[in-house]
């Protein structure tokens, strides 16, 4: 059975970083394109980064140049490293596997909690 689970959320200040991480069991992530996504109260699911198989990346105009997508082969890991973080960014984050054309698919896990707040 194929497994994603997030991790590394939490309450951080405007500005600052956090990094959350995708583990998977059942599947090897390298071979796989992941994207992370987010949902904030009130809003649709939204893709925020893609990593494809060949490593090649994606991001959405928001979090551009401030997200970074990478994977950890040896841990079986997909990360999202995310600095200079705003209160717009507060939403639970999620990872999944993509098909070649980004349609998301398995099942979702719980998310992690981010919330950017003074």
């Known amino acids: 059975q194929v497994q994603l689970v997030e991790s590394g959320g939490g309450l951080v200040q405007p500005g600052g970083s956090l990094r959350l991480s995708c583990a998977a069991s059942?599947?090897?992530?390298?071979?796989?394109?992941v994207g992370w996504y987010r949902q904030a109260p009130g809003k649709q699911r939204e893709l925020v980064a893609r990593?494809?198989?060949?490593?090649?990346?994606n991001y959405a105009g928001s979090v551009k140049g401030r997200f970074t997508i990478f994977r950890d082969n040896a841990k079986n890991t997909v990360y999202l490293q995310m600095n200079n973080l705003k209160p717009e960014d507060t939403a639970v984050y999620y990872c999944?596997?993509?098909?070649?054309?980004?349609?998301?698919?398995?099942?979702w896990g719980q998310g992690t909690q981010v919330t950017v707040s003074a």
């Open positions: 999944i596997r993509l098909t070649s054309s980004s349609t998301p698919y398995g099942s």
């Open positions: 990593l494809a198989i060949g490593g090649s990346t």
């Open positions: 059942g599947t090897f992530l390298g071979n796989n394109a």
